[in-house]
């Protein structure tokens, strides 16, 4: 099988080892803080959930923003997909909230969550494509086979949890809200582990040959591999809390896409002409990196206010449930490098074009 080359003059880390491992695996160890702290009772669940949103999601949500509807040329290029994008999320969640708020919407809730969790995984399978296309001699075989990993680390946990009505359970506020799911005899949660740990072993088996074979840059994809295998491990077999065991993997999630979009911004910021017309762009381009931070925050709070302030009223939950939902399609988008060649070359990908001949 033809392999993939390595990017010349490139070590396989996306950024460098410093950065790559505080932002796209060793962040995991913050949201585990946030279980940490539920674990012996100084947050609550519904504390877990709000700083979760404040200080991992909303922020990285508003990222997916800068490179979309606050760009005044992707804006143009796919202005009216995003507008007919917004009418169906907002008619989707906002009627049902509605009309049905408690015989539709939940439906439409729970939808949306695992809508949610399937985007959290995409988001793991380009990590690994990326970190394939820096180490290079990678077949198309063993990629496909370390896509199938991930989906066996990240879905075999969840779907465990579906042995148990219990575990499916969100407990917020006195209130107890269930995840609607399948549930799942004891005996197929038992071949789910064990499917589980089959992979997990043929992962290490795997890792243990290439390097005795000599092959080199194995670390990067390792550590990735290493970071999600623990993460939806500990958050669907351990982590009995569904909110917090939501949290652990989503707020992973977020700190891994903020530090891959701070690095594609500032590279963009860095070979931008000075009409940048993106303002977002344009603040990081000047050094004015505290303005960046203080939208990012403040877009947080902005949305996630009505759902905290009228906690009694199903609508106010329209706001966050839209930019969520609006985050899952444009993000969708966003990384595919047919539709946005230019990702590459901000993310280091692109390779050098070769000197004119003499």
Known sequence: ??????????????????????????????????????????LTGVAVYVLFQLLFNMPHNFQTWTLSVLDP??????????????????????????????????????ALIYWGYYHLVRQ????????????????????????????????????????????????????????????????????????????????????????????????????LLLSITVGFGLAGLVIPEFIVAVAVVTAFHNLQYLGLTLYHNRNRAGAAAPDEANRTIRWLGSGRVWLYVLATMGYGIFVFAPRAVFTHTRVAELPLAFVVAMHYYVDSRLWRFNLYPERGRWLGLARPRPAPAA
């Open 124 to 223: 793991h399978y380009g990590f690994q494509r990326i970190y394939e296309r820096k180490m290079g001699g990678v077949s198309p075989g063993e990629s496909r086979f370390y896509q199938r990993a991930i989906d066996a680390v990240c879905y075999l946990p969840l779907l465990v949890r579906f042995g148990s009505p219990e575990r499916m359970t969100i407990h917020a506020g006195g209130k107890a809200t269930w995840i609607r799911h399948p549930i799942l005899d004891a005996w197929i949660t038992e071949a789910l582990l064990a499917l589980l740990a089959a992979v997990v072993l043929a992962m290490i088996v795997h890792h243990v040959v290439a390097w005795r074979r000599g092959r080199r840059d194995l670390l990067p994809r390792a550590t």
């Open 1 to 42: 099988m033809p392999s993939v080359s390595p990017i010349p003059g490139r070590d396989a880390w996306i950024v460098g080892a410093r950065y790559d491992t505080l932002f796209f695996t060793a962040s995991l160890l913050v949201p585990l803080l946030l279980w940490a702290g539920f674990s012996v009772g100084w």
């Open 73 to 110: 040329r992707d804006r143009s290029a796919h202005g009216r997909r995003y507008l007919v994008a917004s009418a169906v999320c907002l008619a989707v969640l906002g009627i049902p909230m509605m009309v049905s708020p408690e015989g539709v919407y939940p439906w439409v809730r729970d």
